[in-house]
């Protein structure tokens, strides 16, 4: 394990057993995040983006889930080895979870303050006065207007914008290594997406706190993320800095996205079109998984899954014809297909 | 404070409800059984006597004249007198009302206390071998009709193994506690008297038990249902992210949101038994409103038995309020709107 990597997840498999058959949901992941790093993580709705960040918690519920093989390494340790008790401590206090529904995500019935104190209390060992004094703050970093109102405020008395700046001060007020931000802005306005995003990024690096954020929002991943990684039906198939994915994608399913986001100084683009449907992840197709809709697939790829290929050493991608960069950047998106990124 | 501003919203809420409560009892009484004076004097009394006895009720009266002296009436406690025991119906009823009373809410207690641990701990081990014997166990408490309960704790306890006394509120050579509220455990505690306050507790055990039973089952279900849905909210999800304890997260986080559905099957049951625990106050001589009503009927003894029914309604709308405002305490959400 590198030194500067807080995280490494290495070959991570997570089934889920259903009525219907093993959902393969995680095949073989890796990704790492160092110390003080973003790092997003893109792909189409029901890629595993969610359950891979909330396997690194060990929350994902099993059964029906099922951690069928690999490590996740935080600070060298793999909290697959973990015990419930181990867990608990890293959970909120080295390791913090932002999730996409602000209005869900908070407790109906309790005020926010409430809420943020009983966090503070557990992970900063201080009395409630001073965990009031540190819930303040940190609802003062997060440009919350009149911190003492909002302590007093149920959830459902809150915007969505609100909520989630509450989360991030809830979450970010253990001072944890390292934030899962899971579609953090998905669920709020346009406007105010970005607002967050930025207070996000800013309070985060003034920690020095690592971010492993979810998107499906290139232009998010643009502004925000210093690596990426690209994610298909459980795999990761591309990560590269985020420049140079965005100048130099090489896995034909990160240039279907390109396709319909040429330019990662526009923000609007949310929609990407690929063509074929988003594979069956019970039974999923053999090879590479991204095969059936490739535009580029020649018969090795149903055969056998693409080895990491290293175009530089921080660009990998999976796929036979890695190196065979192609100047066009159109061929993935045609636009008529019917996959959606989420 | 808003949960006053609340309460007192719910509290001006009840008028309309309890006006239309005393128009459908209105109605019965005075509307619908034909002569109510016909029932009072009897079959073979005089026209002339009928005549007076509807002059002296006025029953000549028009309609409106008539529910407006009847909730004068009402007002005043009047429901009227007993056709079997010759006293006013308050009487009788303030007088069955306490053993009821007592009898339903131990029984409750009863059945909160063992109902909720026992639904959270389904919920919490779902599927689990202690989840399935939990239910059989609720299953066979919904199945087995109350009187079956009733006559097989008796023959067990009472006949058999002789451990509990038989029917009845408290042993022969006993007296009764005096005191204010007519309950007995409770007077006897007052007045100290722990020979009455034994006797009674033991007296009240299997009936209480006997109708919690089939609650009991119910609300160990629904508690049961309720948690397994809150387990399932984002915002528990939040709460582990955070790493907060099993234990904090299933009570204060959970039972406190799945105690609303369970608040209202419990006013709802209390409604329910505090008139209508008829076999079991019949099986334990218990001198409740439920015997009450059954000795009425026997006897057609039409104004006990409205006057037991305007009881059992103002009660009910009683334990709504209280449902209501406990909804208030639990779900901030609620006083809100
Ligand atoms: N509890 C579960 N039972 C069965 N399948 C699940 C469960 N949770 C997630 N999955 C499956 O895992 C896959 C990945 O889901 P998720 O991580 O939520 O996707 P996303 O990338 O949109 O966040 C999906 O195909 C989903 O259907
Ligand atoms: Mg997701």
Redesign the interface.
Known sequence: MNAANLLEIHGLHLYFDTYLGTVRAVEGLDLTVSRGETVGLVGESGCGKSVSALAI?G?ISQPPGRIAGGKILFKGEDLLKKSPAEL??????YI??I?Q?PM???????RVGDQMV??IM??RRVSRGEARKIALEMLHEVQMPDPEAVMQK?P??MSGGMLQRV?IA??LSGKPDLLLADEPTTALDVTVQAQILRLMKNLVKKMNASVLLITHDLGVVAQTCDRVAVMYAGQVVEVAPTEELFTDPRHPYTRGLMGCFPDPNRQDAELAAIEGTVPDLINPPGGCRFHPRCPRAGDICGKEGPGPVAISDDHVVHCFFARQASDDHSEGGTGKGVAVLG | MQIWGFIVRRILYLIPVLIGVTLITFALSHLVPGDPARLIVGQRASEETLERVREELGLNKPVPVQYISYMKDLARGNLGTSIRSQRPVIQDLRERFPASFELTSLALLFCVIVAVPLGVVCAVKRNKLVDHLIRVFALFGVSMPVFWWGLILLLIFYVILGWLPGPGRIAMDIAAPAGPTGMYLLDSLIAGDWQAFGSALSHIILPAFCLSYVYLAIMTRMVRSSMLEVLN???I?????????EW?IVVR?GL??ALVPTVTILGLSFGELIGGAILTEAIFAWPGLGSYLVESIGFLDFPSIMGFTILICVIYVMVNLLVDIAYGL????IR?N
Not at chain 2, 239 to 244: E, Y
Not at chain 2, 330 to 333: A, E, F
């Open positions: 918690l929350l608990r401590n890293i959970r909120g206090k913090s979870m999730f529904e869900s995500s908070l407790n109906p019935v309790y009983e966090v557990l992970h149920y459902f008395e989360m809830m979450e | 909210q984002e915002y999800r939040t709460a582990r992210a955070n790493g907060l304890s904090t986080h406190r949101n639990l779900d901030p959400q809100w």
